[in-house]
């Protein structure tokens, strides 16, 4: 299983918006030709920021994409939750109808159920900890090497 690319895509949405939106509009053309990914899918994820709260969206010269709260306040966590959709807050989804007649089969769930749970808080717990501002700090520098 893989987690999609809308989050990375959604990180690098915020990165580019943070070091370029105020010189240029953010637009999902822009944004799009930076991420390397069709307008449709950077809009669909700019409406996903913009419902999450963590960005805001505007029309005409002042227009683009713009961040809508401080760098500090937005955890990856945040982010994640914003554009990756999970069905009953479960990260790992089992295939289905696992055979009730094999001894694996019929215990599959005991036996993971437990470790998918602690490997997903930890997970969360980790994006929880990194902020848009830590993320920023690195692409600061990564970005004025170049």
């Known amino acids: 299983m893989q987690i999609s690319s809308r989050f990375t895509i959604a990180i690098h ?6 070091l370029y939106g105020k010189d240029e509009p ?8 930076s991420i390397g990914a069709h307008p449709v899918v950077i809009r ?13 969206v ?22 994640f939750r914003a554009v990756e959709s999970i069905a009953d807050d479960t990260l790992f989804s089992f295939h289905e ?3 009730p007649a094999c001894p694996v089969g019929r215990s599959i769930h005991t036996i993971l159920d437990g470790h998918l749970a602690a490997i997903q808080r930890a997970m969360e ?7 848009l501002a830590d993320v920023m700090q690195e692409a600061r520098v ?4 170049e």
């Open 142 to 145: 990564e970005v004025a090497a």
């Open 97 to 99: 109808d696992p055979n």
């Open 26 to 33: 953010a637009t999902s053309e822009s944004l799009a030709g």
């Open 13 to 18: 949405i915020l990165i580019y918006v943070e």
């Open 58 to 79: 505007a029309r005409g010269r002042e227009g683009g994409a713009h961040i809508a709260r401080p760098l500090a306040d937005i955890t990856l966590a945040d982010v």
């Open 44 to 56: 669909r994820i700019l409406g996903q920021l913009r419902r999450a709260g963590l960005i805001t």
């Open 125 to 131: 717990r980790e994006m929880q900890q990194t902020t």
